[in-house]
């Protein structure tokens, strides 16, 4: 695969791999060198509580920062919901439109969501997939999407199981399928979609609507670092033959700051 196949795509870094407090974390990218970052929406700073609506005050002071520090945000991910939340349907669909909002104003262009943030249940979406019945999104979908659309973003999927042999969205058929039926696009995380099939079956499915993919590697100790198994220049050469413009790197929080720029420059080198 030559360099310039690859010449579009952006480099970012996922901020909750750098540190618990995103404006930190912002500092800490921006140090290391990079331009973009995706921005987690963590819990303790969404702030979704009693009042029911997030703090917005708090993301427009990351708007300033982002700027203070040349950062420019690609993508963000939906707030992980506790399993208090999980039981409301009332509060899913306020986090996943408010955390729409909030992705809108700090500027991305993605949207990431995994299934328990879109899905009703286990068992409708299950009868989705395997009997051809309506998406199973839950209530509140089509307004979350519509805050995406209007904020000129795209919504992204990602490829995720939650439980040992049930399977959600780490296959490659089942995304392209729910993505095309949603009218979404696809986040991909590479190393868990290669622990089920080649790249390329999942490229050729996915390629047209990937958004955005993730790109690390698991230490013997299960710990996650930035990546620099010499696997990715090939997996990356798959990955420009699509439509994805961006790949974030996760590492560890503890993991030193040179190995992260180490591994910055890698990719850069072979990306362009």
Not at 91 to 113: C, D, H, N, Q, W
Request: net charge negative; proline share 2%; charged share 25%.
């Amino acid at each position: 695969m030559k360099k310039d196949i690859l010449s579009n795509m952006n480099l970012a870094i996922n901020t909750g791999s750098l540190a618990n407090n995103t404006s930190e974390a912002l500092e800490r990218a921006a140090d290391l060198g990079f331009k973009r970052v995706e921005i987690d929406l963590l819990n303790n700073e969404f702030n979704y509580g009693y009042r029911r609506r997030p703090d917005v005050r708090f993301y427009r002071q990351l708007q300033t920062k982002l700027k203070e520090l040349m950062l420019s945000v690609w993508s963000v991910t939906a707030p992980q919901l506790s399993q208090e939340q999980m039981f409301s349907d009332r509060t899913r669909k306020e986090i996943l439109k408010s955390g729409a909002v909030a992705a809108g104003l700090l500027g991305a262009k993605v949207f990431v969501v995994q299934p328990a943030d879109i899905f009703k249940d286990q068992e409708t979406f299950s009868r989705y997939v395997q009997d051809l019945h309506a998406p199973a999104v839950m209530d509140g979908f089509d307004e979350a999407w519509v805050q995406v659309v209007n904020r000129q973003m795209t919504m992204a999927l990602l490829n995720q199981d939650y439980w040992i042999g049930t399977a959600l969205t780490n296959q490659a058929e089942r995304l392209a399928k729910i993505s095309g039926d949603l009218a979404i696009g696809c986040a991909l995380d590479i190393r868990r979609a290669i622990g089920r099939n080649d790249l390329k079956t999942w490229i050729d499915l996915n390629g047209d609507r990937l958004a955005v993919a993730y790109a690390y590697d698991i230490e013997d100790d299960g710990a996650v670092v930035a990546p620099k198994d010499d696997q990715w220049k090939g997996w990356l050469a798959t990955l420009g033959t699509t439509r994805t413009k961006c790949v974030v790197l996760r590492s560890s929080i503890r993991q030193d700051d040179s190995e992260i720029t180490a591994s910055r420059h890698a990719i850069e080198e072979f990306i362009g």
